[in-house]
Nanobody, 120 residues
Framework: QVELVESGGGSVQSGGSLRLSCAASDSINADSSRCMAWFRQAPGKEREEVARIDYNGIKRYLNSVRGRFTISQDNAKNTMFLQMNALKPEDTAMYYC????????????WGQGTQVTVSS
């Protein structure tokens, strides 16, 4: 079982920045094929994957955040980050950290979520 705890959400104005963190339990890096990701869900909208990163640092982004958001990780500290710059009101959502045993299953485990609110 992998435990994930997000932090760093909050309220900012359009154009502002936030940095989300996800602290994972020690077992997360026991498997070098593991994947971690950030998902988000806004009220009335479907959940979407924002970004993902594998153990070796290969990254993938949702088109609408590419160039504004940066996903990174510190394997030694079992922590993943999402640096969000140039935030827009449409980025407002609950953001979730996820992890899984493979790129094909990156959301087996979920954190409790952290709210990001961007005002215009």
């Amino acid at each position: 079982q992998v435990e994930l705890v997000e932090s760093g959400g909050g309220s900012v104005q359009s154009g502002g920045s936030l940095r989300l963190s996800c602290a994972a339990s020690d077992s997360i890096n026991a498997d070098s094929s593991r994947c971690m990701a950030w998902f988000r869900q806004a009220p009335g909208k479907e959940r979407e994957e924002v970004a993902r990163i594998d153990y070796n640092g290969i990254k993938r982004y949702l088109n609408s955040v590419r160039g504004r958001f940066t996903i990174s990780q510190d394997n030694a500290k079992n922590t993943m980050f999402l640096q969000m710059n140039a935030l827009k009101p449409e980025d407002t959502a609950m953001y979730y950290c996820t992890a899984g045993p493979a790129l094909s299953w990156c959301n087996k485990y979920w954190g409790q979520g952290t709210q990001v609110t961007v005002s215009s």
